[in-house]
């Protein structure tokens, strides 16, 4: 599925790296702001996107996300 948007599977798991580390960066203020909710939800949808375009990741990136 990840070549047909052409990513490969390396560049897939460091978009999900991304996506969690902008997960992080709203953990602190979620709930606080709905514009910042908003945002954090697409993030949460995104990583599951991602995450199901990657299929079974490595222990040593699972652990990251």
Known sequence: ??????????ELKLLLVAV???RRTFEKVRGADPAVE???KLYD???????????????????VL
């Open 20 to 22: 969690r580390q902008m």
């Open 38 to 40: 908003a945002y954090a």
């Open 45 to 63: 949808a995104l990583l599951i996107k991602l995450h199901d375009m990657t299929g079974p990741l490595p222990d040593s990136v699972e652990d």
């Open 1 to 10: 599925m990840a070549k047909v948007f052409g990513f490969n599977d390396d």
